[in-house]
């Protein structure tokens, strides 16, 4: 894909600069469950992981539309190359989001020591820097790992005026739901786990 050739798909900074992972947010570790009331875009029946919630917007990564299969070499930089180049090990990457798809980002489990993550949540932290790609091609990286190209953005307020719309419910993340269910499955048990079927979900009751 071109948007791996152009310039590091990871860096050392944050893509909204360096203060709203470090903001209270009143959603973040959350999953967004898309109803379907969403259709004909890339978020319909997207799961996406919400990291950062708070007065000023939202921001999080879909985590059930995988892309393609690449090896590490590709994601990193050409000094960062050499690093690499003795390793035929590919990872899967996911398309997080229709924002800056020039960023990437690394769900994960919290026993990774290796760097200063974006964010961390209860058991999932998101990072986004190359070092963890380093490690993780060394066999050094976390235990569990999602790749996301791109993000899902909200201005201030449009994430709550959505859910009001019951375009989205929320479900609490857990490993087993990230790392565990197979992408076409996320959807369906994302919902289930609150006891929800989406082939009978009505736009007009309130969201979870």
């Not at 995988?66 to 398309?95: K, R, W």
């Not at 026993?111 to 949540?121: A, C, N, V």
């Not at 990230?178 to 929800?196: C, H, P, R, T, Y």
């Amino acid at each position: 894909m071109l948007f791996f050739k152009r310039k590091p798909v990871f860096d050392q900074q944050s893509p909204t600069g360096s203060g709203i992972h470090q903001s209270d947010g009143f959603l973040q570790d959350q999953l967004l469950i898309s109803t379907p009331s969403i259709t004909g875009s890339c978020f319909q029946r997207a799961v996406i992981y919400l990291f950062a919630h708070s007065e000023e917007g939202a921001m999080g990564v879909i985590i059930n539309q995988p892309m393609e299969v690449v090896n590490y070499s590709a994601l990193l930089d050409d000094e960062d190359a050499p690093v690499l180049q003795d390793t035929d090990e590919e990872v899967s990457v996911y398309f997080g989001g229709p924002v800056d798809r020039n960023r990437g980002f690394v769900l994960h489990t919290n026993d990774y020591r290796g760097g200063e993550p974006l964010f961390t949540g209860n058991s999932i932290s998101v990072s986004a820097n190359s070092t963890i790609l380093k490690h993780m091609a060394a066999g050094v990286g976390p235990e569990k790992t999602l790749l996301c190209v791109g993000y899902a953005g909200w201005s201030a307020g449009q994430l709550e005026k959505e859910l009001e719309e019951n375009s989205w419910i929320t479900v609490p993340a857990t490993r087993e739901l990230i790392f565990n269910i197979d992408d076409e499955m996320k959807w369906g048990m994302a919902s289930q786990s609150l006891g929800i079927d989406m082939n009978f979900f009505s736009p007009m009751v309130g969201h979870a």
